[in-house]
T-cell receptor
Framework: GNSVTQMEGPVTLSEEAFLTINCTYT??????LFWYVQYPGEGLQLLLK?????DKGSNKGFEATYRKETTSFHLEKGSVQVSDSAVYFC????????????FGSGTQLTVLP | DGGITQSPKYLFRKEGQNVTLSCEQN?????MYWYRQDPGQGLRLIYY???????QKGDIAEGYSVSREKKESFPLTVTSAQKNPTAFYLC????????????FGPGTRLLVL
């Protein structure tokens, strides 16, 4: 079956620090990979996605590259801001099980001024 | 604006009472989903529907029921059989059964009195 393993949190960084949140996966078929962000008390927002190997998704300064050889989709940002404080979820959907997303457990990020 | 709306934002349930959470989308999406999120946890799938008048159980369907009489609406009923209903409930939709992006509503927080 499909599974997503995320770096455990919480992660606390100072403003302007470099961020990496690790995400690895196992999947049947050919997955599309996603990062979602959840701000306190809100639903999930799509942050970025990649649909095939070597694709790079990017949005709002965040980036993640679909690495088939290492089955990874790590989230990075060069300089975090206080407003980036949120929970980040890695997720996949595969051609072998395209009906539903498989989520990681989420990583809480806190950015201090 | 196109999107997914959930109501109410907060809902209170008394012991032995059934309550219904609303989810409406105007994105013309075929597939709709209900997830449950507990504090500090990831998302767990309750029910999903790929087409009108059809739905399937997810991982934690016991104590819940759904209907899909219209394409744009997918209400979730939390029945009295659900003994621990306090959680954040998220509705989502996507265009079809392929590897499409899933979009989320703002969520409903259910509390037991």
């Amino acid at each position: 079956g499909n599974s997503v393993t995320q770096m455990e949190g919480p992660v606390t960084l100072s403003e302007e620090a470099f961020l990496t949140i690790n995400c690895t996966y196992t999947a049947t078929g050919y997955p599309s990979l996603f990062w979602y962000v959840q701000y306190p008390g809100e639903g999930l927002q799509l942050l970025l996605k990649a649909t095939k190997a070597d694709d790079k998704g990017s949005n709002k300064g965040f980036e993640a590259t679909y690495r088939k050889e290492t089955t990874s989709f790590h989230l990075e940002k060069g300089s975090v801001q206080v407003s980036d404080s949120a929970v980040y979820f890695c997720a996949l959907i595969s051609s072998g099980s395209a009906r539903q997303l498989t989520f990681g457990s989420g990583t809480q990020l806190t950015v201090l001024p | 604006d196109g999107g997914i709306t959930q109501s109410p934002k907060y809902l209170f349930r008394k012991e032995g009472q059934n309550v219904t959470l609303s989810c409406e989308q105007n994105l013309n999406h075929d597939a709709m989903y209900w997830y449950r999120q507990d504090p500090g946890q990831g998302l767990r799938l309750i029910y999903y529907s790929q087409i009108v008048n059809d739905f399937q159980k997810g991982d934690i369907a016991e104590g819940y029921s759904v209907s899909r009489e219209k394409k744009e609406s997918f209400p979730l009923t939390v029945t009295s059989a659900q003994k621990n209903p306090t959680a954040f409930y998220l509705c989502a939709s996507k265009r079809d059964v392929g590897r499409e992006t899933q979009y989320f509503g703002p969520g409903t927080r259910l509390l037991v009195l």
